[in-house]
């Protein structure tokens, strides 16, 4: 990894506020109008335990992939866990416009068409955020060369250089956590990302036209278990923009259905949680008092606990 001197700031936790309660079952008998915003976690789920790598996959644009990978890494690095996000989304306004990479001076720029193209390995694409404990690979444009060129073994890609990675550092992963955002397509880069990963975490924006693009990820993510990753899991999914309502109930339901193992997390509405991409900083900097600031620190401590909650 390439280093720099550029002082990093660290990620504190969050003031005590608002929490969710987490149940293993919902109470089918209450209307909606006095459901609160539970999180699910059926007898079927296990938490993770790093090292882990999480592929951020829905094809719906505006489901909340990006700011749900932004909001875990900062809540698993505030925990002290060495987080690496990896942007697999071309487009200009994804992760790597958030986390602004520190790329050293004089020093070629790698990205992740790079690691694609077998032009570096994956430790050579990663740089240092401003923040504590979060590196990423970057990405930008010229990302889509994949999807048209499609390079030889692309679809392993990432997973071979995770597996290359782990062995040149002696057998593990010198990161705890991985987190792959991807595109808002189920393109070969988000096929890739899905077979390098342990398990999917699917954000899902309360609204009828994600609800209608589920049936296409759920092949994908079923089709990618037959033929090259028997091993994802879907670990949890978010309902990103909750508000109450009978349609939000609704679909938390059609989610727990479909994927039994799952964690079943909302997350709240906060208007100045919009804001916080244009502030290049995560939320729980940005607005700590939000409540998808609280929302994603417990979703974080849910899907992988910190190292007090494993130990």
Known sequence: MAETETP?????????????????????????????PQILTPAT?????????????????????????????????AAGYRVRVIDGDHQEAALSAWLLPQYPDGQ?????RSVFF???????????????RIDIVPSGADLQRVE??????AEQAL?????????????RSPYDVTLID???????????????????????????????????????IRSVQRKTNPKLRVAAVLLTAWDKSGFARELAEQVAGDYPEAAVIPIRRGVRASEAPLAEQPIRLYAPDAAPAADYDQAAAVILPGREAAA
């Open 159 to 171: 997973a071979a250089a995770l597996a290359q990675e782990a062995e040149e550092a002696g057998g």
């Open 45 to 77: 789920f296990r938490p993770a335990a790093p090292p882990h790598v999480f592929a951020v996959a829905n094809q719906k644009g505006g489901a909340g992939k990006t700011t749900t990978t932004v909001e875990l890494a900062a809540a698993w690095a």
């Open 182 to 220: 991807g595109a808002p397509s189920l393109g070969l880069v988000t096929v890739a990302a899905l077979t390098a990963a342990d398990e999917v975490l699917v954000p899902i924006k309360v609204g009828g036209l994600d609800m209608k693009g589920m049936a296409s990820l759920h092949r994908t």
């Open 8 to 36: 990093r700031t660290p990620l504190p936790p969050l003031p005590p506020g608002d929490r969710l309660e987490v149940v293993t079952s919902w109470d089918a008998d209450v209307p909606y109008q006095a459901w609160r």
């Open 148 to 153: 048209y060129e499609r390079p030889i073994g």
């Open 108 to 112: 070629e720029r790698r990205s992740l």
């Open 118 to 132: 077998d032009e570096c390995t994956l430790a050579e694409a990663s740089y240092p955020t401003r923040y504590e």
